[in-house]
């Protein structure tokens, strides 16, 4: 499986934010930020959507979330 196909966990999705595990559940709690449901306590994120969260945060997509 390519890095590009493989899911995130939540230590993997903040590092790549920049931001703490508590803000990622933070982010997906205000559903900024695209969850895989695995299981009862299994989640997991898309590298796209993790892409795409990190554009907002950067302000770099035109409308605000």
């Given at each position: 499986m390519t890095e590009e196909n493989s899911l995130l966990d939540y230590k993997a999705v903040a590092e790549r934010l920049h931001v703490?595990?508590?803000t990622?559940?933070?982010?997906?709690?205000r559903k900024?930020?695209?969850?895989?449901?695995?299981?009862?306590r299994t989640k997991r994120f898309r590298p796209?959507?993790?892409s795409?969260?990190?554009e907002r945060l950067a302000g770099k997509e035109e409308s605000p979330w």
């Open positions: 703490s595990e508590r990622v559940k933070r982010l997906v709690a900024k930020l695209k969850v895989v449901n695995l299981g009862h796209v959507d993790v795409r969260c990190a």
